[in-house]
């Protein structure tokens, strides 16, 4: 994938966010932090008090539980749109004009559902991968390798 100069990109999960910025050229490009940000989210287990309800049927003796909200799971996705929101903020202060986001398909899949309209006319591309515990060196050879 070309990523052109000056271009923002995004590596997110649920946990963590660097915006990252290009000062390559389109064919080799050199990343470099411009903000980095990451959450202390403990496991589900430790978020959650107790075991799910019960619920009884009163037309037959039969018994059913009642599913547990997974609280991780929750604040990931409100990291994810956190992270859709300041990109809403800076397209809207024209801080960038080309964008690319890296993240795994079910925080990108969170994130769309955030997407300003001037952050999706921005958005070059999206990669369906985890890369934020990697050097930026593995960023940049995974963004050339991008179709």
Do not use: W
Request: glycine fraction near 6%; hydrophobic fraction near 35%.
């Amino acid at each position: 994938m070309r990523v052109p100069n000056n271009a923002l990109v995004v590596v997110a999960d649920g946990r963590k966010m660097l915006f990252l910025r290009n000062e390559g050229d389109g064919l080799h490009p050199n990343l470099q932090v411009e903000h980095a940000q990451e959450q202390i989210n403990p496991s589900d287990g430790e978020q959650s008090s107790d075991r799910p309800g019960r619920s009884f049927a009163s037309f037959s003796p039969g018994r059913s539980a009642y599913e547990e909200t997974d609280f991780h799971q929750l604040e990931e996705d409100r990291f994810a749109a956190e992270t859709a929101a300041l990109l809403k903020k800076r397209a809207l202060s024209q801080d960038f004009e080309s964008l690319i986001i890296i993240a795994p398909p079910k925080t990108l899949g969170e994130m769309r559902k955030h997407y300003h309209r001037e952050v999706s006319e921005r958005l070059l591309g999206e990669i369906d991968k985890t890369l934020t515990g990697h050097p930026i060196d593995e960023i940049e050879k995974a963004l050339v390798a991008a179709q």
